[in-house]
């Protein structure tokens, strides 16, 4: 059951009530891919760190482990020992990125595995098998993700499939969850919207699976190449076609300033892997912007990487310490640094919850923004 606690002009505080327990939105999804956050970061350090939600990816665990395996184990929750919500993606996104190892079909998609290259076949049936295998709070409906600066015409044929695949995904889903063995009978489906940046293909697909009353509804095919503006203008158009009593969902973004802009325009669930990237290449967020450790100008600082930070780097570790392991290629400095950023994100999102509680999101958005480009002290 999703709820709107308050709302800041199109800004929404809501609260998500799932089987797994319950969400506050808006909410950062902390990307572990395989079951994992890449960084060494384990399911106790995401507790630690105020994580919610935990994303992992259908198509990657499917190839390699493999989801009926990990169904014997009892699903993804009790296999990485994780009891808060998981929410995973469906292998739509790998139908956009590996573009030159698929064949798209009615019927699904024709994959080569880029680990080994053996053939794969998945469609919205498959998704949803693998997806129900793996038991997930969420699943994402399958569909196609088409490069945003694609030929119009080829967009509006893959949006109608995408509507097509999404009918079946719901149809496969219920049955699914309505087995005797299935690991998560609760199990729910968020439909995608997709478009390019052509405003009135994503209108018309937003309505059209609006009619279809899914749990929620998430906003794909962007920070793909678009750039920012046109996001924000694509977000302007769509979300007020979404059911305003149901989570929206912005797939694969971002930077803390799209995060802000997006909330601002009424998205509830966020993901991206540039927290856990960025981290391990000694990149860390602070409210003055992104720091380089690797940058010499912090081989003597003795301060930790943001002052007042409550995550487990900057209540022990110097920039100067960490700076060491990251050049010495210890892994303390890499986990060390996405611990921060994942706090970071964390908590940059109950600063927003609490912002829209209190009715002053705008003025803490441009102070915030404004943070990011002023020096340090």
């Not at 790998?94 to 053939?119: M, P, T």
């Not at 990251?326 to 986990?335: H, P, T």
């Amino acid at each position: 059951m999703y709820q709107v606690i308050n709302r800041d002009g199109k800004a929404k505080r809501a609260t998500m009530t799932t089987v797994h327990g319950k969400i506050e939105t808006p909410v950062f999804m902390n990307v572990g891919t395989v079951g994992a956050i890449k960084g060494a970061v384990s399911t106790d350090d995401l507790k630690t760190i105020g994580t919610q939600v935990q994303l992992s990816n259908t198509y990657h665990l499917h190839v390699r482990t493999g989801d009926e395996l990990i169904k014997r184990f009892g699903g993804l929750h009790k296999f990485m020992v994780w009891d808060r919500p998981i929410l995973t993606d469906s292998g739509g996104f790998q139908v956009f990125s590996l573009a030159g190892l698929r064949k798209i079909r009615e019927e699904g998609v024709h994959f080569q595995s880029h680990i080994d290259g053996h053939r794969i076949f998945m469609g919205p049936e498959e998704s949803m098998q693998i997806q129900s295998n793996l038991g997930s709070t969420i699943a994402m409906a399958f569909d196609e993700c088409p490069p945003s600066m694609a030929d119009r015409e080829y967009i509006r044929q893959s949006v109608d499939r995408t509507t097509r695949w999404l009918v079946r995904c719901k149809a496969k889903l219920q049955e699914l969850n309505s087995l005797t063995d299935t690991v998560n009978p609760h199990q729910l489906l968020f439909g995608i919207n997709q478009g390019g940046i052509c405003p009135d293909i994503r209108i018309e697909h937003a309505k059209q699976i609006s009619e279809l009353d899914l749990p929620g509804y998430a906003v794909g095919g962007l920070a793909v190449g678009e750039t920012h503006e046109q996001m924000y203008d694509i977000l302007d158009h769509v979300v007020p076609h979404l059911p305003s009593d149901k989570p929206v969902y912005l797939m694969g973004v971002g930077t803390p300033a799209n995060i802000l802009e997006a909330v601002d325009r009424g998205v509830d669930f966020f993901d991206c892997v540039y927290p856990s990237r960025n981290g391990r290449h000694g990149h860390v967020y602070t409210v003055h912007g992104k720091l380089n450790l690797f940058n010499k100008k912090f081989e003597l600082d003795p301060r930790p990487i943001e002052e007042g930070c409550g995550c487990p780097a900057c209540r022990s570790y110097s920039r100067a310490y960490i700076r060491h392991l990251l050049k010495a290629k210890e892994m303390l400095g890499m986990r060390l640094c996405v611990l921060h950023n994942l706090y970071y994100y964390n908590h940059l999102m109950e600063q927003i919850r609490d912002a829209i509680d209190e009715h002053r999101y705008s003025e803490f958005k441009k102070t915030t923004l404004e943070g990011f480009s002023s020096p340090e002290d």
